[in-house]
């Protein structure tokens, strides 16, 4: 496993995961490993298209609307200073 599949996965776990309670906590880790995967230098296209293929997966529900955030948070359509791809 590389470092971006080790980081995927904890991704992964956290989307299962979550509750309404633990929601925004998760969700700052998440943000914290997307960081880490950016770090990697990995494109936004191809980590956008491998969690976009996780996403289409999820059943309907918090665990999918969570991970929405995610891919927010990868292509952009979230707060500017929370975009972390904008140097592409």
Sequence with gaps: M??????????KQLSKAVTESNYSDY??????????????GISKDSVYNMFFEYYKSLEEGLSKEWFADMLDYICGWCNPEKYIWKDE
């Design 27 to 40: 969700s700052k880790q998440a943000y914290d490993i997307l960081i880490a995967i950016h770090d990697l």
């Design 2 to 11: 590389n470092d971006f599949d080790i980081l995927f996965d904890e991704i």
